[in-house]
C-alpha cells in the first residue's frame, strides 16, 4: 500500500515537473516567436554613397548623427567575428547572456580588491547597455543590465545578437559597427580586411578612447602602443586556434595605417547630395548609394577648372561649373556644381548644373539640326547675314558687323545671329520652342514670351538639360535621360531629330576651329564637336560639345547673375573646356569615336560653292555637301549667269547676236541686300550690267520681300493719331542684281516706288487683311499678306 502510494506520489511529481518544464517550453517559444522588431530596427543607418568603380565618395551621418552601417553577420570577415569571440566573450554561444563567473570576478577586483574597475560583461550584456543607454557604472545599474540582456537573450538568437553587436560595437567619436569603422579608418568594405586590419578592429570596442588616441599621428604605422599590444595579444590567441596559419605572422608585423574620421572622403558633393535628395525623394535612404559618378574623371574636371580660376581670378572670374556625360548609357561621370564647395562668397554650395541660366547661343545647333529635318537648309546652303528685322524683333550679331552671304556651316560655327533667327522663323512643326518642350526642357514661359529670342538665349535652361540636347545628337537624335545612380533603368529613348541631321549637324561642329589651334603642337586625338554661348549682359559664358563617348558643359560666371565684360564663351569657357577634354583624353588613352555608320538615306551631292545651289553651267568653284534626297531644298544656282556684251558699246546685246560684234561674260547677280553688304566691306563686286530693252522678260530672280514680316498684325490707332508716322508700316525687298526700281501695291492700289534697297512706308486707313505686291522694272513680283488691327 505504502509502496503503491509512493509510486504514485512519484508519477505525480514527474508529470507535473514534465508540465512545468513544458509550459516553461511553452513561454519562452511564445516569447521567442512572439512578433517583435529586429534589432537594426533600433538604429538609424549612415548612407555609403560609392562611385562607379567601388570607390566611396562620402559616408554620411545617420539620423542620431552617428557614422553606423548595418550589415549582416554573414558579410562580416570570419577573422573579424572570431576576433571579436575571442577577446570579449569565449562563452557567447553556450552563456544565457549572463556569465557569472565573469561577474564574480568583476565584482570580486572592482568592488573587494579594489582594482582597476572590472565589468565581466558579456557581448550581450555590451549590446544590453548600447542599445538601451544604461548605466552600468552602479551595482543596481548592473542589475538593470543583466535583465536586459536576458531579456535579449530570450527574443532573438545568438546569430542575431552576434550581428546586433558588431553593428553597434564603439569605436571611437561618433563612429559605430564594425562596417562603419572599416570604411572610416580602412577606407574598404569589411568583406576585404587583411587579418591585422580584422584583428585591429575586434579590440578597438574594448576601451576605444585609449586605443584610437595619437592614432592619426602619422608615421610609418599608425597604431599606438596599447592598440598595438592589445592586438598583439589576441593574435597569439587567434594562433594557438589556427596553427597551420604561420605565414600571417609576416603580415602582422607589416606598418598599419589607421585613418582619421576627418579623412573621410568628400568626393563630387553636389552630385552626392543631388542623388540622396532624390533617393530620399523615393523611399528613406538605404545604406549604400552606387551612382555613375567616376572619382578620376571628377577629380581632372575640379583640377582644370580649379587652375583656370586661378589664372583668371584677375580678370573678376571666380565661379564655374562642369558636367561629363558618357553618352554610352547617359551616366554622369563627373559632375562640378562649383568653384568652392566650402567658399560663401561665391555660394559655392550651390549645384550650378541645376540652376536654370540664360545658354547664349548654345541652342543654335538645334535650330539647324530642324532646318535640314524640315528641307529649309543643307550644311553648304547660303544664308544672308544682313541687317534683316522678323516683324518687331531685329536682331544683331555679336560684332556689330554683317558677312554677307555665308553658308550654313560657317554661320553656325561664327554663331552668326541673323542667319539663326531666319533658319527659326522657316521652321514649321516643331519650331525650337515644340522642340525645346517635347526635350523636357522644364519651367518654360509661353511661346508668345519669347518670340524669336529664344533662338538667341532667350530662355532658360540648366546644364544638365543642355547635356541631354547635346547627348541627343551623339546618340543620333534620340533623347534619353541622364542617369546618376547606377541601378537606374536604361532606356529606349524618343527620336525627336532624324539620324541624318544629328549626323550633319555634328560633322558642321566638329568643323569649328578651337580657340588655341594657333598654338597646339598636335591636335586632339579625336574630333571634337563644340559650341559657344554667351548670355545677353555677359552672366554666363558657355561651351558645349562631344568628345568621343563623352558630352562636355562648361559654364562660367556668377550665381547671383552679375554681368562680366570678360564672360564670353569663346574666351573664357572654351579654353576650360578644351583643358578638360585634352586632359581626359591624355588620362584615357583607349577611347575612341563610337562607331557611327553614315546613314543610308544621307547622299554627297556638288554644289556650286556661292550660292549652296546645283552647280549651272557657268559657276566656277564647286564642292560637295550632305544632301537628304526627298528633303533638302534642291535648286540650280543663279548666281552666275551669261551676258551677252556688244563691244561697240559696252552694254548688254539684244539677239539675235552677231559673234563678230558681241561676246559672252559670265556676271555674278547677288540681291540687293547682299549687294550693299558688299559694299560696306570693299569687297569689291563686278556688277552685271543694265539689261537690254529687248521688249523680252528678263530671267533673273524675282523680288523677295522682306518687310511687312509674314504672318506679321500691324496695330493702329482707333482714333486718327496727328501724328501719322505711327500707323506706317515700312515696305522693302530684295531684288536681282540687275533691278533698279521696284513698284508698290496694295490691294492693286499703287502706293509709290523706290529704288532698289529703299524703303516705301504705307499709312494703314482701316483695320483687315490686305495684300502688299511688289514688282520690279523686269516684270517680276512677289506678294505679301498682312493684317492690320485697330485698338482704341
Known sequence: MQAAQAVWWLTLRWQNTLVAIALLVLVLAGIRLYPHAPLSAHAGSSTAVHGANGELLRLTLSADDKYRQWIPLREMPTALVQGVLLHEDAWFRWHPGVNPVSLLRGAWISYVRGGSRQGGSTLTMQLARLMYRLNTRSPGGKAGQVMRAVWLELRYSKDEILEAYLNYAPYGRNVEGVAAASLVYFGKRPQDLSLPEALTLAVIPQDPTRRLRDAAEGGEDRLNRGLRAARDRLYARWREAHPADALTDALMSLPLDLRSPAQLPFVAPHAVEQVLREAQWEHDLPPRLDTTLDAGLQRTLERQLRETLLREGARGLDNAAAILVDTRDMGIKALVGSADYANAAIAGQVNGTTAKRSPGSTLKPFIYALGMDQGVLHPRTVLRDVPSSFGPFTPENYDGRFLGPVTATDALIRSRNIPAVWVASQLAEPNLYEFLRRAGITRMASERHYGLALVLGGGEVTMQELATLYAMLANHGVLKPLRLRADAPHTDGV?????????????????????????????????????????????????AGSFGPYVLIVWMGNFDGAGNPALIGVETAAPLFFRMADAILAQDRGLAEPAWTIPAQLRKVEVCLASGDLPNAWCPQRGTTWFIPGKSPIRVSSVHRPVTIDVRSGKAACPPFDPATTRTEVYEFWPSDLARVFAQAGIPRRRPPPDADCGIAGSGDPPRITSPLRGAAYTVRARRSEDAAEARVAFSATVDAGVRELYWFVDDDYIGAAASGETVFWQARRAGRHTARVVDDHGRSDTRELRVLAVD
Open 495 to 543: 527620336r525627336l531629330l532624324s539620324e541624318e541631321a544629328s549626323f550633319m549637324t555634328l560633322d558642321m561642329l566638329r568643323q569649328n576651329p578651337r580657340p588655341d589651334e594657333a598654338t597646339t603642337a598636335t591636335p586632339a586625338r579625336l574630333p571634337i564637336h563644340w559650341k559657344t554661348g554667351t548670355s545677353w549682359g555677359f552672366r554666363d559664358a558657355w561651351t
